[in-house]
């Protein structure tokens, strides 16, 4: 299973925007705030991994 890092770019609500950082692309992509850390401010570091969102440590 692949590994992707990314940075949340904002929040709206239920939703945040997140860039990937592993690789060249302008692209966001929105995910819902249930399926992320509660803990996540903009500029958080996350990897998805196993289907699951984990804080970067």
Do not use: C, W
Not at 4 to 13: A, K, L, M, R, T
């Amino acid at each position: 299973m692949e590994t992707f890092h990314y940075v949340v770019v904002s929040i709206e609500g239920d939703y945040a925007n997140l860039k990937r950082t592993d690789e060249e692309t302008e692209d966001l992509k929105l995910v819902a705030r249930a399926l992320l850390p509660p803990e996540i401010t903009e500029g958080s570091r996350l990897k998805y991994e196993f289907l699951q969102y984990f804080p970067e440590a």
